[in-house]
């Protein structure tokens, strides 16, 4: 029999949860999708374990985390480098650690990139809800641990078919590893951004938006130079999308994220593609991004030519 690995929590950061690929089937019910909001990364962290795709993992916002492990085994470390350290020496992230019991691991603030995702073989044990494991507040009805983890929280692994050998340590090769620190993030404009002033339009597009820290799981906030203003009929309320770029009465843009309603009535700019997304996923407070306009055909294509070889690797 496999032994599964405990990890004790000792202090945690601002927003820690148990995610997974979300809820398909529950928007109708005005129910969040949830889930991971970078899927890049939280994909390489299951599969550095042989894990099943949807397996649960712990999301981990800005860090401030502390940990003790009480039982030994292997993780995975993916998404942000949160200046890690394990008994006090500094760990990177895209690679599989084994940790012994009695081993202290810290995330202790992001030098690169703002959330990290850690898995174990198996996936972590979490209650289901709507047949997804993913953790969303703001519900107060949700899975994984129905809050954000918190001190004292004891998390286990669920048995899994198989374990790393001992040594057999796997990292991702450095070209598969994002760059964080440059934001150029794809758009793809909608039938609604012929709604705005189009000289405003234009220079929105053209100049640098800064995110800012009232930003969350829902929706990431931006702030530019140019404000936008809304020239047609109020749209009607109408399903959200993952990556709508909604613009509010005070000319400011939230990019709808994996918490977002299940309704909104803000006239949208557009969409972010899938990489653009989990890209604006890593993206600190007050980072700067620049827009690249992109058709959904460019997008579809990009996203299925990762998609093949993710299906040809595994």
Not at 161 to 176: E, G, V
Not at 241 to 264: V, Y
Request: aromatic residues 10%; hydrophobic residues 35%; charged residues 15%.
């Amino acid at each position: 029999m496999h032994q599964t690995i405990q990890i004790q929590i000792e202090k945690t950061g601002p927003a820690t949860s148990i995610q997974d690929q979300g809820r398909r089937l529950s928007q109708h019910l005005a129910i969040a999708c949830a889930g991971v909001i970078d899927d890049y990364a939280y994909r390489w962290a299951n599969k550095l374990l042989n894990n099943p795709l949807n397996a649960s993992v712990i999301e981990i916002t800005s860090g401030g985390e502390h940990w003790t492990i009480k039982q030994p085994g292997w993780l995975s470390y993916t998404g942000a480098d949160l200046d890690a350290q394990l008994n006090q020496t500094p760990i990177k992230p895209w690679q599989t650690y084994y940790l012994n019991a009695g081993d202290q691991l810290k995330f202790n603030g992001p030098k690169q990139g703002f959330r990290a995702y850690i898995a174990t073989p198996g996936g972590w044990q979490a209650n289901h809800h709507y047949q997804s494991t993913s953790c969303a507040l703001r519900e107060k009805a949700s899975g994984g641990w129905g809050h954000w983890l918190k001190a004292g929280d004891q998390l286990n692994a669920n048995p899994a078919p198989s374990q790393p050998r001992a040594n057999q340590t796997k990292k991702l090769a450095k070209r598969y590893q994002p760059d964080y620190q440059t934001l150029n993030l794809p758009i793809i404009l909608c039938r609604q951004s012929q709604g705005f002033n189009p000289k405003q339009l234009q220079a929105w597009l053209t100049q640098p938006a800064k995110v800012m820290p009232a930003s969350n799981r829902m929706g990431i906030r931006l702030t530019s130079p140019q404000k936008l203003e809304w020239q047609a009929p109020t749209p009607l309320s109408e399903p959200t999308a993952n990556g709508a770029i909604q613009i509010t009465p005070s000319g400011e843009a939230i990019i709808l994220m994996a918490d977002r309603q299940t309704l909104g009535g803000y006239p949208k700019i557009g969409h972010l593609s899938w990489w653009a997304r989990c890209q604006i996923a890593q993206a600190k407070p007050f980072s700067q991004i620049q827009w690249q306009i992109t058709d959904i055909n460019q997008a579809r294509n990009k996203q299925n030519e990762w998609y093949r070889y993710w299906n040809s690797s595994s």
